[in-house]
């Protein structure tokens, strides 16, 4: 049964697609860590089928996030390695799988649910965007509207939401971005609706919509209560401290 | 559906859309032209009953006509915008700039295919929404 709140991650960078998808990416791992998700994040050379395989069989994690080139029956990570392709994805089963790649919808994905995967989300068509300068997407005006719906999922699954609700939140913010474009008079801004589009229309899930890869997030309410009982617990202290405050003031002559 | 309700609709798009006014939607006249100047023709008269045939199919349904508009397009972002740049993490074509995007589209090869799909893909949308 895989576990948890566990995680690994592909972020190849041997060309510049995958390097700044992957710089992007970056920001859900960080993101994942701050949630208390144990991420393992195969960069870079590490982004290979045997430290993926490694990683899937040793930690059991119950999310699988990759970033890489692909096509309909093949996902790769560092230099176009071959991770997984169809009918050699064994290892994604009883996991929820999120293939930030092209194509791999077509078979790849429909692959992994029917080889035991709980869930799959990637894109059936080519992911493809624009940037201004090729730097993280998140920090480029025209590459952020892209990459904000891709951490949208990895944020969602972090937090516990179920596969489903991660993936319509990421829908969701692909429609802020398009509605956002389209109100642009920007000569650029037909590029940027026509790809986020093109991109949104692509993204797909199957499998269980239900599956969930972490813990529930704790609710607010948790937070509220704890704060309100470190107060009452510090209370004691800090009337006897104002007290003292208040004598210290009161034998100097000082007007409180 | 009258012209003037045609005109009407088309000018609602255009000012919640004005990201999507300029770019070329349908060949009339031997001549790309966008929602902006199919709205111009139509207030003023002219070649009416070609606009309006054009305007429910925006080149969706002539390959060639298609392939014209998705040239255009890509030449005039070429123009305004040479600098920015198009990734995608499909393996063929990790990165390239508008103009070679517009070369792809003149080479009519496999990438220039995908380009002119995305484009009727838009124009499907457009077709959608502007109610036109």
Redesign the interface.
């Known amino acids: 049964m895989p576990r948890l709140s566990v995680a690994t991650v592909t972020r190849p960078d041997s ?4 390097r ?2 992957s710089l992007a990416v970056g920001s859900a791992v960080a993101y994942m860590r701050s949630r208390q998700i144990d991420v393992e994040d195969l960069a870079s050379s590490r982004a290979t089928r045997s430290s993926v395989v490694s990683s899937l069989t040793g930690r059991d994690p119950a999310l699988f996030i990759g ?5 309909a029956s093949v996902f ?1 990570g560092q230099n ?1 390695e071959k991770i997984f392709w169809k009918c050699n994805c064994r290892e994604l089963a009883g996991r929820v799988t999120f293939l ?4 791999t919808g077509r078979e790849l994905g429909p692959d992994i649910v029917s080889k035991g995967g709980r869930c799959y989300m990637g894109y059936n068509e ?7 300068r ?1 730097v993280n997407p998140l920090e480029d005006r ?1 590459g952020r509207p892209f990459f904000e719906p891709v951490l949208e999922i990895c944020k969602r699954l972090a937090d516990g939401e179920t596969a489903g609700r991660a993936f319509r939140a990421s829908i969701d913010k692909w429609n802020y971005w398009i509605d956002y ?15 986020l ?2 991109d949104r ?1 692509a993204q797909v899930l199957y499998g269980d919509e239900n599956a969930v890869a972490a813990q529930p997030a704790p609710p607010a309410v948790t937070v509220a209560w704890a704060t309100t009982a470190v107060a009452m617990a510090l209370t004691p202290l800090i009337i006897p401290l104002s007290t003292s405050i208040y004598e210290e003031a009161s034998k100097s002559g000082a007007k409180m | 559906m009258s012209v003037a309700e045609k005109v009407y609709r088309l000018k609602r798009f255009i000012s919640e859309n004005p990201a999507l006014a300029n770019i070329p939607v349908a060949v009339v006249g031997g001549r790309a032209i966008t929602l902006t100047e199919a709205v111009s023709m139509l207030e003023r008269g002219i070649m009416v009953s070609e606009v309006v045939a054009k305007l429910q199919s925006l080149g969706l349904d002539d390959e060639e006509e298609l392939w014209a508009l998705a040239e255009r397009f890509w030449q005039e972002v070429a123009s305004a915008r040479p600098g920015i740049s198009i990734y995608s993490l499909g393996g063929y074509i990790p990165a390239m700039s508008p103009a070679e995007a517009l070369a792809h589209i003149r080479a009519r090869d496999e990438v220039g295919k995908r380009l002119v799909q995305m484009y009727a893909s838009l124009l499907e949308y457009i077709r959608m929404r502007s109610g036109a």
């Not at chain 1, 970033?67 to 096509?71: A, E, L, W």
């Not at chain 1, 930030?100 to 194509?103: A, E, I, Q, R, V």
């Open positions: 060309d510049t697609a995958t700044l998808a970033v890489g080139h692909g096509s790769t176009q930030l790649s092209c194509l080519e992911f493809i965007w624009v940037q201004e090729a025209l474009w389209s109100r642009q008079r920007d000569p650029v801004a037909a590029v940027v609706v026509m790809m589009k093109w229309d």
